[in-house]
């Protein structure tokens, strides 16, 4: 497997988010499959409906896939759409966050607790408590305090909450186009991993002037895949644009932010989305991330790609190589 191929063939992979448990490290993906939805901004055709964990040795080296994790008929609470997870580690367990909808067709995020880091998974039978949205990214700092960041614009709802409650009439409408940019979200989660333990607050990425991203600049705004990871003291808040395609970062000095904006760790790729996490593994850092090649750009069908990513004295981020452009997709999907 060389670091520009899919790692895995047998089944389509999206929205990566890597960790290392026990020296190995290990992939939390979303599992894409077939589905004769079209294409739309509510994106029901990633209809997914269960989670593989995979792992691996070495970068390039053999991947173990260990199978079903956690399935949508687990969970009480679920009615579909088992979208972009993540996992995290603390006291001995091991944690699967995970967005779906719930009966009423809203997005919650749920958390299931496992005694390995390949699962199985038993959810708990509800969701977290005042979560919405989805792209849950967890991180743990140093000190053992661990937080949850999520959020994701169109089909992802976080346009419901512009004012700080749930308005069923934004349902399938666009971010606003004036003001600063919608945020994503962060809360500080209990020492047991399955409740918020702080109020949840906004993740402000500021410009080089300390203003707010506005929410005109589609280059540099947050769309969604939150991601967080620390280097160097320092703390990487990395993010999708969405509709232009772009994985972008800021750095703060806190994991609660603010963040000023960095710059661009990778351009557009075959497919509509670009979701991604950043893992340090053996001493180099990699980008996960996923495009559509495996299935000839079926924009619902993805695949799970690694790259090397490097940083400057300044501690901006790029890739170790450089990236092959392709022609932007479109800023709008077809209804």
Known sequence: MADKDPIVTHVYTADPSAHVFNGKLYVYPSHDRETDIKDNDNGDQYDMSDYHVFSM???????????????????????????APDAAAKNGKYYLYYPARDKEGIFRIGVAVGDKPEGPFKPEPEPIKDS???????????????????????????????????DST?????EP??????????????????SFASPVTDVV??????????????????????WMH???????????????HFLCYAIGDSPLGPFTYGGRILEPVIGWTTHHSIAEFKGKWYLFYHDSTLS???NHLRCVK???????????IRLKDPQPQIEPPKARLED
């Open 57 to 83: 040795k070495e970068v390039g080296g053999p991947v173990t896939d260990h199978g079903v994790a956690l399935k949508a008929d687990d969970v009480p609470w679920v009615s579909k759409q088992l979208w």
């Open 132 to 166: 919405f949205s989805i792209d849950p990214a967890s991180f743990v700092d140093d000190d053992g305090q661990a937080y949850l960041y999520f959020g994701g614009l169109w089909g992802g709802q976080l346009q419901c909450y512009a004012n700080g409650a749930f």
């Open 170 to 174: 934004q349902l399938g409408a666009n």
């Open 177 to 194: 186009s004036d003001g600063a940019a919608l945020s994503a979200k962060v809360a500080k989660l209990s020492d047991d991993m399955l």
């Open 205 to 226: 990425i500021l410009d080089a002037s300390r203003s707010p991203i506005p929410a005109s600049d589609h280059d540099r705004r947050f769309f969604e895949a939150a």
């Open 230 to 244: 620390k280097y160097k003291g320092k703390y990487y808040f990395s993010y999708s644009t969405g509709d232009t």
């Open 296 to 298: 000839g750009g079926r």
């Open 306 to 316: 690694i790259r090397e990513i490097v940083y400057d004295a300044e501690g901006k």
